[in-house]
C-alpha cells in the first residue's frame, strides 16, 4: 500500500497565480465601473478580500501588481490610492535591444517611421524660429544624415531627439528615449554593414529646408523619404 504522506507530497502545491490574474482585472475592472479618479482611495484589503472572496494574501499579491505598473500608490493612513500611471513603464523594462530578434527590430524600426511621420502636423505647428536655427546648427555639425556617410546613432539621437522635443507630446518624448538605444544595437550588431541604398533621400540639412515652409504635407513626404533610406540600410525591406 502506497504511503498517503508521499502521494500528497507529489502533487506538489497549488498555482494560485491565476486567481491573483482574476482578482487584478476584478480590480480594475472595478476601478473603471466606478469611474474612480486619480486621488481616490481603493476599498480596504480586508473589504475587498470578503467581496471577492479569496485571501488577503490573494488580495495584496494583486494590488502589488497594479503599485508595480504605476497604477495605485500607498498613502499612510489611506492605504491604496489610485494614481496617474506611468504608461510605459512596464514596457521599459522589458524594452532590451538584446533579446529582440530581426523581426521584431524591423517591426519597431515601422513604428519610428510611424511616428516621426505622424508627428508632421504636431511639429510644424509648435516648430519656432528657435528650434529651426537649432535643428541648423545640428544638421551642418552632425557626420551623418548624408547617403554619402555611414549612419551614427549619435547624430539620429540628436537631430531626431530634437524634433521630438518639438512635438511638446510628452509620451512621445519617452517613446523616443526608449528607441533610442535599440537604434545603438542596432548600429553596433553588424546589421548595417552593407553598401549604402541608392535613391531618392532627403538629409538632415534638406528636411529643415522644408520645415522652414511650414508645409506639413511636404514636411510629412520630406521626413519619410529620410527614414526610408534607413529602412533599407538597416533592414533591407525596401
Do not use: C
Amino acid at each position: 500500500m502506497a504511503d498517503i504522506d508521499d502521494s500528497v507530497e507529489k502533487l506538489g502545491g497549488i498555482d494560485t497565480s491565476s486567481l491573483v490574474d482574476k482578482v487584478e482585472e476584478r480590480i480594475i475592472y472595478f476601478i473603471q465601473k466606478k469611474k474612480l479618479k486619480v486621488g481616490d482611495v481603493l476599498p480596504k484589503e480586508l473589504d475587498l478580500a470578503e467581496s471577492f472572496g479569496v485571501s488577503r494574501t490573494v488580495i495584496r499579491e494583486a494590488l502589488l501588481r497594479l503599485k508595480t505598473i504605476g497604477l495605485i500608490e500607498s498613502k499612510k493612513h489611506k492605504g491604496a490610492v489610485l494614481k496617474n500611471p506611468d504608461v510605459l513603464g512596464s514596457l521599459r523594462k522589458v524594452f532590451h535591444p538584446s533579446i529582440l530578434d530581426t523581426e521584431t527590430l524591423k517591426d519597431i524600426f515601422e513604428m519610428r517611421l510611424a511616428l516621426e511621420v505622424g508627428m508632421a502636423d504636431f511639429i510644424v505647428s509648435k516648430v519656432t524660429d528657435e528650434d529651426i536655427r537649432e535643428l541648423e546648427e545640428i544638421a551642418e555639425v552632425v557626420v551623418s544624415g548624408d547617403t554619402a556617410h555611414p549612419w551614427q546613432v549619435d547624430d539620429e539621437i540628436e537631430f531626431h531627439g530634437r524634433l521630438y522635443k518639438i512635438s511638446d507630446n510628452k509620451i512621445l518624448m519617452e517613446l523616443q528615449e526608449l528607441l533610442f538605444p535599440i537604434f545603438q544595437y542596432v548600429h553596433h550588431s553588424g546589421l548595417l554593414e552593407r553598401p549604402i541604398v541608392a535613391g531618392d533621400f532627403v538629409s538632415h540639412k534638406e528636411l529643415v529646408q522644408v520645415l522652414k515652409n511650414r508645409d506639413a504635407d511636404a514636411y510629412r513626404v520630406a521626413i519619410r523619404q529620410h527614414l526610408n533610406n534607413h529602412f533599407a540600410r538597416i533592414l533591407d525591406v525596401l
